[in-house]
């Protein structure tokens, strides 16, 4: 039997007091959070072990603790880092976990991680701070009857998480009005956040992250990495982190990446502290999935027995990365018009082929460009997300991304 193993990384609002404590008992976790504490500015034993509720909501610190502690307690799942990449085959995080699903698959350093994520946090404290909004979650009736209740009030459906549960968010009038007269069988909680996260009224964190984004180095994922915004394995660094930026006022769609990883074949899925809202969307909508929420150290020997049933290498980590173009989502590939031979130059940006599924038909492009040394499927072929098209032989030039950078 294939197996194929899933490590997701949760978002803002998974985090609760004291959940950082039993970890301080590993050895190095408390080291290492001293370290990211440096980095970020952010006291993170203070906040992840003795701060209150209120506390740790503020989202200028809730954002960077959630993402330390991911990365610390990844370190004790996986004390040696580069044997994660001869177990783990896709990586996806929610929302703020993204960016640390983006470091752990190799994209950014932790301390560009923690960086990010502690600018991203203050930048979108800023846009919330300036007209009163908030987000409420809906629970039950019908998804296509809640959207176009929430979108007639003006609401955006901010987080679409599958399983019969999704996010409105937009202004406190919006959301008083969209309570009172709820969608058919459909529970409204408000949550406690400070604003209308991955809305338009976010967009003044993405300016200020845009600009501090052109002076960030990247590098292509070790593994198939999910995004956040239609499920799609990427697999261009630059790409990575432009989406970064852009989902902080674009809706979460983590019913499509799960959909990615129904395509993908996962058979095991393991969310790294504070864990379990991921672990509980996937046992509902993921059958047959094992899963195990790490939430304390107490559950590392229940996630290593787990890693050891479904852990195989990463096909992108066995090749050199930067060589390959890989399919973004399941369907039937089809090569250009002009087609390409094998030693024919492909500049950066070049059209690949097309993909088409039965939602979309998506352009394939080479970000970093290349000559083509060998094509891995034939026209007309079905590929599954993360599949490698087409090996390049690798021009040494600066992307176009870097040239705007060193500008």
């Known amino acids: 039997m294939c197996t194929v193993l899933v490590v997701v990384a949760p978002g803002q609002g998974a985090q609760a007091p004291g959940f950082l404590t039993p970890w301080l008992e590993v050895p190095g976790v408390e080291s290492r959070l001293e370290w990211l504490s440096a980095v970020s500015g952010i006291d993170l034993i203070e906040h992840g072990t003795r701060s209150d509720a209120d ?50 698959a190799g994209v950014l350093s932790a301390e560009q991680a923690m960086v990010f994520v502690r600018e991203r946090g203050r930048a979108m404290a800023g846009a919330a701070a300036m007209t009163p909004t908030g987000m409420s979650a809906v629970l039950g009736g019908d998804a296509d009857e809640v959207v176009a209740a929430a979108e007639a009030l003006g609401l955006t459906p901010a987080n679409m998480n599958g399983a019969g549960q999704l996010v409105v968010a937009g202004t406190l009038e919006a959301l008083a009005a969209f309570a009172e007269a709820p969608p058919d069988r459909a529970r409204i909680r408000p949550l406690q956040v400070a604003g209308a996260f991955h809305t338009h009224f976010m967009q003044p964190a993405v300016d200020v992250l845009t600009r501090y984004s052109r002076a960030i180095s990247t590098h292509d994922p070790r593994i198939q990495l999910l995004s956040n915004a239609d499920g799609r394995v990427v697999h261009d660094g630059r790409e990575v982190l432009t989406r970064l930026v852009a989902q902080v006022s674009r809706p979460v769609r983590w019913d499509l990446c799960m959909a990615t990883m129904a395509d993908l074949g996962v058979t095991a899925l393991i969310e790294i502290p504070p864990a379990g809202t991921l672990a509980g969307l996937a046992k509902r909508a993921l059958p047959g999935v094992e899963t195990v929420a790490l939430s304390t150290p107490d559950d590392l020997d229940a996630a290593w027995a787990l890693i050891e049933r479904h852990g195989v290498p990463s096909a992108l980590d066995a090749s050199p990365t930067w060589r390959l173009v890989v399919a973004p989502l399941k369907g039937i590939f089809q090569r250009p018009e002009v087609d390409l031979a094998i030693g024919d130059p492909l500049p950066a940006g070049g059209a690949v082929g097309t993909i088409a599924s039965l939602r979309e038909s998506v352009d394939v492009t080479a970000p970093h460009g290349g000559t083509v040394v060998e094509w891995l499927v034939e026209d007309g072929d079905p590929v599954s997300p993360g599949q490698p098209l087409i090996r390049l032989h690798p021009v040494h030039e600066l992307h176009p991304a870097h040239e705007e950078a060193l500008a």
Not at 56 to 63: L, N, P, V
Not at 66 to 91: D, N, Q, R, W, Y
């Open 55 to 104: 506390t740790i909501r503020d989202t200028a610190i809730a954002q960077p603790l959630l993402v330390g502690a991911g990365l610390v307690t990844l370190l004790s799942l996986f004390p040696h880092p580069a044997e994660a990449f001869t177990k783990v085959a896709v990586g996806a995080g929610h929302s703020v976990g993204e960016i640390t699903a983006a470091a752990a």
